[in-house]
Every structure is written in structure tokens, then in C-alpha cells.
């Protein structure tokens, strides 16, 4: 409901002695998140939207129970925050308040997308941009709890910024001329142009608010959603190339928009992850990760073909080995599955995971 497998390819310890408890700080002191329902953590909890997962089975291994989270546990946003050291999950724009929002605020949305129509068939969604607007609010919080402007950007430039939007434009939008003409109007490359366009204006929005360190999680293997492989795959197993192909253009594309930032840019630094080439590993080498996944073709929860017609139900019974199964539900990953994606994405396992270097790197530089 919402994201589609996007941010796959697009961006915290207490130590007790005696009575006397030191808790470590975070590698950086904020970590901002945009993005949709990869990450989404329960900003479309109270909006009129049918993109929403505030509700049992959703949750049922996440401390908190549901939250908003499109798993059944932590998304791979949670992990990131885990091992940059943060000593609490970053809160959702929704209900961030006061001097919380100095450690960093999730603006993330289910449905969301570039550009401003996509997801509209499911309701209410706070688009990028509507997410790009709600972090200068933010931004003027911080000026307000600092005092003023200079200090306010001097904190907010060491902060990691992580952007991961793209994949609803191609699952709730190009890929759905039912309702909506941008698959009549564009080429496939024609309309990852289009994208990456206005995500660059949007980026370069942000930039102009204050300097920073950012991550970009570049779109996934949309294509090898349950949802994909219910609608379009004969067999039920194999990939859907045409929507990867179309989505994998767009990775590219984003590929050089880092490096074009990052030679444009001084004060900040970009890099992405290569969440798509990760989640080609969990499919070719399933045993080789965490317990091992044994079913990479269906949701742990959900209706249909390939549990991938409709997304998990209220209170609807899920499978009981869920750290064996990829997927959650019809888009997204298990928790254990985004255990993987977070680790790799902050500490690189391959040279292809993360360019031009990783999270862990990333964290560690000085602007």
C-alpha cells in the first residue's frame, strides 16, 4: 500500500557501571528521514487515507505494537538509527514536538511520491514536497530553540538527511494507466527525466535551507514485490523486467545525480545506496542471510495470489515463521529483511552497496 519496494537501492549505546548509567552519543547529532511507506512511521496515521498501517497485524513484533510501519517490526530506517547510535527511534513529523525534533524528525509518507498525483487513488499522502515544507517548519523550531539562524545551521549541517522517494511514482502512477496518462505521455526514459528533475529541484530546496550530509536510497526490485509477481508473473516467481527496467533507469539517473551534487556542492555531501543490488542478494542467496529466508515470493500477511493482491487486513492472521519470509506484505520487506538492507546500507559489504562510500563513512565527515 504505498511504496512498493523503493527505497532499496533511495539515506546509536548505554554502558552501565555501579549505580551510574553513561549513554554514548550519537555519531551525529540529527537524523532527518523523507520517504514513503518503506519508512513511513505514522504520519498518515490520522489523514484520510487508505495507505495506512496503524493496526494489527502490523507492528505485532515492534516494541510499540503498530505504529504507522509498513513490517511487522523495525524498517530499515529504525536499524540505521540503531547503529548511528541514537538511543530512541526518530519520531514522525506527525507527533514530533519540542526539543525532540533537535535528534530528528521523519517526514516520511505511505503514497508519496515526486511528483505531486502519485498515490492520489489511495487518498490523502504528503507528497515530497509537502515533505520538503514540513522540514523548513522544522528547521524554524530549531532556529527558535537555538536562538538563531547561525546556530541553528551550524547544528543542522552536521546532520545525516536521508531521501528515499521514486517508486510510488512508477507503482502508484506509470504503472497504473487506469488512472493516470504518465505511462501514455513518457518513455520510460522520458520519464525518469522527468523525475529526477523534480527531485533535483526539490533537493536543491533543501540545500538552500541549510547544509548538510545526506544519503539517497536509489529505487529497488519494485518489480519483485509480491504484488509484481501476483498481477504480472506467470509462474508467481519470476521478476517483472519491464517495471524493474523502468526503475532501474531511474537508479541510474540517480547515480549521477550524487556525483553531480557532490561536485557542485561544498558544504554537504551525498551518497546512495544501492538498495536495489542488496535486495538481488536476498534473492539469489536467501540461506546465506540471518535464519535464512525461505519464501522470497510471498507476503507473511495478506490476500490473494502470492498473499500480493491486497495488503494485510485488520487483525488478520500472519504467518508464524516471519523472519523466514522476505516479505511482510504485498510491497514490503520483514523485518529481517530490513535488519539486512540497515547493516548493509550503514556498513557496505560489497563495493556496490553504497556509493561513493557508506553511512558508517558518511557519519564520520567533517563539513
Not at 9 to 35: D, H, K, N, R, S
Not at 67 to 74: A, E, Q
Not at 218 to 234: E, F, R, Y
Not at 318 to 326: F, I, K, P, T, V
Amino acid at each position: 500500500m504505498g511504496s512498493g519496494l523503493k527505497g532499496w537501492t533511495a539515506l546509536w549505546v548505554a554502558v552501565a557501571a555501579a549505580a551510574v548509567v553513561v549513554v554514548a552519543e550519537p555519531q551525529v547529532p540529527c537524523y532527518f528521514i523523507f520517504g514513503d511507506s518503506l519508512v513511513d512511521n505514522g504520519n498518515n496515521n490520522n489523514i484520510q487515507s487508505l495507505a495506512r498501517a496503524n493496526y494489527l497485524p502490523y507492528g505485532i513484533d515492534f516494541p510499540d505494537g503498530p505504529t504507522g510501519r509498513f513490517s511487522n517490526g523495525k524498517t530499515t530506517v529504525d536499524v540505521i538509527a540503531e547503529l548511528l547510535g541514537f538511543d530512541d527511534y526518530i519520531p514522525p513529523y506527525a507527533s514530533a514536538r519540542g526539543e525532540q525534533v533537535l535528534r530528528g524528525v521523519n517526514y516520511a509518507s505511505a503514497a508519496a511520491g515526486i511528483r505531486q498525483e502519485t498515490g492520489q487513488q489511495l487518498g490523502a499522502r504528503i507528497d515530497f514536497t509537502g515533505q520538503v515544507n514540513n522540514y523548513k517548519n522544522t528547521v524554524s523550531q530549531v532556529v527558535d530553540i537555538l536562538g538563531d539562524e547561525d546556530s541553528a545551521a551550524d547544528y543542522l549541517r552536521q546532520c545525516i538527511y536521508s531521501i528515499g522517494v521514486g517508486s510510488n511514482d512508477y507503482l502508484n502512477n506509470y504503472f497504473m494507466p487506469q488512472y493516470y496518462s504518465t505511462s501514455r505521455r513518457y518513455t520510460p526514459e522520458q520519464y525518469a527525466n522527468v523525475l529526477i528533475q523534480q527531485y533535483t529541484q526539490q533537493i536543491r530546496v533543501t540545500r538552500l535551507v541549510f547544509a548538510s550530509i545526506d544519503f539517497f536510497y536509489v529505487d529497488g526490485q519494485i518489480g519483485c514485490s509480491p504484488n509484481a509477481l501476483a498481477q504480472n508473473s506467470p509462474d508467481g516467481r519470476t521478476c517483472v523486467q519491464r517495471i524493474n527496467g523502468a526503475n532501474q533507469i531511474f537508479n541510474n539517473k540517480l547515480r549521477g545525480l550524487v556525483d553531480q551534487f557532490n561536485s557542485n556542492s561544498r558544504d554537504a555531501r551525498f551518497i546512495y545506496i544501492n538498495a536495489y543490488g542488496i535486495f538481488q542478494d536476498l534473492i539469489d542467496r536467501p540461506s546465506a542471510f540471518g535464519n535464512g529466508f525461505r519464501v522470497t515470493n510471498a507476503g507473511c500477511c495478506g490476500v490473494g495470489r502470492n498473499n500480493g493482491q491486497i495488503t494485510c487486513l485488520p487483525f488478520q492472521p500472519s504467518c508464524q515463521n516471519r523472519d523466514e519470509y522476505l516479505f511482510w506484505d504485498a510491497f514490503h520487506p520483514t523485518e529481517a529483511a530490513n535488519i539486512v538492507v540497515g547493516r548493509r546500507s550503514y556498513s557496505a559489504q560489497k563495493a556496490s552497496d553504497a556509493y561513493p562510500f557508506d553511512i558508517r563513512r558518511l557519519a564520520q565527515l567533517q563539513l
